[in-house]
């Protein structure tokens, strides 16, 4: 029997990749499986008493928290503080950035967090992740952060991952070397790497979209999902959970597009650059596949603000290109 390779050990072995390697990303890539494993037991326990439904609070985007966002918030916040390799953290959940330690003056690292994606689906036990980012700090360290240390083009990401709540649950993640995934043994409550080098298949027939904004979405998706209707017979299907890492994460096993598109009313689209689309960009590329907005590539997009939005189209490399050719037609 082939030896199993824990998250930690996967972690320390390959350390040496990272460019100006130093024990600090180790420790916080460590620290994130360990929040992940926090929140994992909390969801699993979201059906007893207590633990779902609304907090009675907003976020920044007006969205109701459910008591799992608050949570799942708290205890990254809380770990990720501790570890003082963090000088600063975005998260979904908080209106502004959060300085870590000694005022964002030491720790080399900057995260961007969602700490629970697609909490509305909490209620009715359907899988749930986590997305993070990591960043290397711009300005010296000893300085106040700055906006310049957040808002970064996600092509400076040296860390990007997700963590998915699911039937099993799983954390995925690329620092630029590949993507790979462990598997959360819930006996022993270890991840195991369970899907090395992680790529999409070389063909995709999955479509995922909201299909009640396609009427309001920009034409050039309208006409790319006409065409996977109509190739119905070469085994298009559409298939939509409804929590974003889910959706990427079967389309990355099964191969397939998301689509969160730019409509008339919202033409930068629901989801958040920083923090949703720039993280599975950089991993989607890692893996083979393409990540663009109605302009072309996600990850060289600089920020303006901490929860800017951004149409996000994400997958298979021909697909992408498939709906590339549609916006030439749609001028
Ligand atoms: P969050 O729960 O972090 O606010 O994210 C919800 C997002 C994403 O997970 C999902 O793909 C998308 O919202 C679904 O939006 P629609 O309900 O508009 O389809
Ligand atoms: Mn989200
Ligand atoms: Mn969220």
Same mark, same amino acid.
């Given at each position: ?184 043994? =819930? ?79 919202? =033409? ?64």
């Amino acid at each position: 029997m082939s030896k199993t390779i824990t998250l930690q050990e996967f972690i320390m072995d390959t350390q040496a990749e990272f460019p100006f390697v130093s024990g600090q990303l180790t420790r916080l890539l460590t620290d994130i499986g360990v929040a992940a494993k926090i929140v994992n037991h909390q969801v699993n326990r979201a059906g007893l008493a207590g633990i779902l439904g609304e907090a009675g609070s907003q976020n920044s985007h007006d969205e109701a928290q459910q008591k799992l966002d608050v949570f799942a918030d708290r205890t990254f916040m809380r770990i990720l503080t501790a570890g003082k390799s963090v000088a600063g953290i975005g998260s979904e959940e908080q209106d502004q950035y959060v300085f870590c330690g000694d005022d964002g003056k030491s720790g080399k690292y900057i995260v961007m967090i969602d700490p629970l994606d697609g909490s509305s689906n909490v209620d009715v036990n359907v899988s749930i992740g986590t997305i993070f980012s990591i960043y290397r700090r711009v300005t010296p360290m000893g300085e106040t952060l700055s906006d310049q240390d957040f808002l970064q083009a996600g092509t400076e990401q040296v860390v990007a991952g997700y963590v998915l709540y699911g039937s099993s649950t799983m954390l995925v993640y690329t620092t630029g070397s590949g993507v790979n995934g462990f598997t959360l043994d =819930p006996a022993v409550g270890e991840f195991f790497l369970s899907h090395p080098k992680m790529q999409f298949p070389e063909t995709g027939s999955i479509y995922s979209i909201n299909d009640a904004l396609l009427g309001q979405a920009n034409e050039a998706t309208q006409q790319f999902i006409t065409g996977c209707r109509e190739a119905i017979d070469n085994g298009f299907k559409a298939r939509y959970i409804g929590s974003l890492v889910s959706d990427f994460h079967r389309n990355l096993i099964k191969g397939g597009i998301y689509l969160y598109p730019s409509t008339k009313d919202h =033409p930068q689209g629901k989801l958040r650059l920083l923090y949703e689309c720039a993280p599975l960009a950089f991993i989607a590329l890692q893996a083979g596949g393409s990540a663009e907005d109605d302009h072309g590539s996600i990850l060289e997009k600089v920020p303006s603000s901490l929860h800017e939005r951004s149409p996000f189209y994400v997958g298979n490399i021909h697909l992408i290109q498939a709906l590339r050719s549609c916006w030439m037609n749609n001028g």
